[in-house]
């Protein structure tokens, strides 16, 4: 089975440094769901590994998260794409959790839901956190910079073998 694990914010939809707090914040970068879409038809698994911690700060609450989440799903239905299952952290960093990015909590719960490693597998984000996060458990970084993305390059400090592409579209046409 073929799995690739993406971050939300700044990867799928636009980021904002106010935290997306509602379905109308949501807003997909252009590209994005078709680049699902296309992996989808190559075979692979979409799963998403987002820090949430909007929810910890008394920003939004779940069912508005489960909104925003029902938007992104009809979004990508709408151009044949499908994301199969979300993984959120919704704590702040001061909760000490295990899944709040770069702690490897998410992707570890992923490889136990697939039932696999996660050795090589594409997890593909914006910010550092993600792609620590993704080298905890040997899956493959791969920074956009799209969101946060351009940031985090200036900033340096990559893993050892980051791959770093413009944007979702570009890692998914490399990928099939
Ligand atoms: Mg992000
Ligand atoms: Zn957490």
Known sequence: MKLIILDRDGVINFDSDQFIKTTEEWLPIPGSLEAIARLNQA??????????SGIGRGLFDMPTLNAIHDKMHKA?????????????????????????????GMLE??????????????????????????????????????????????KGGLPEGTLVYPDL????????
């Open 169 to 176: 579209a570009t890692v998914a046409a490399t990928l099939i």
């Open 76 to 104: 990508c239905a709408q151009v044949g794409a499908h994301i199969d299952a979300i993984f959120f952290c919704p704590h702040t960093n001061d909760a000490q959790c295990n899944c709040r990015k770069p702690k490897s």
């Open 109 to 154: 719960e992923i490889a136990e839901r697939y039932g696999m490693s996660l050795q090589g597998v594409p997890a593909v984000g914006d910010s550092l956190r993600d792609l620590e996060a993704a080298t905890r458990l040997s899956a493959k970084p791969y920074l956009v910079l799209t969101g946060k993305g351009k940031k985090t390059q200036d």
């Open 43 to 52: 075979g692979y698994r979409v799963a998403v590994a987002t820090n949430q």
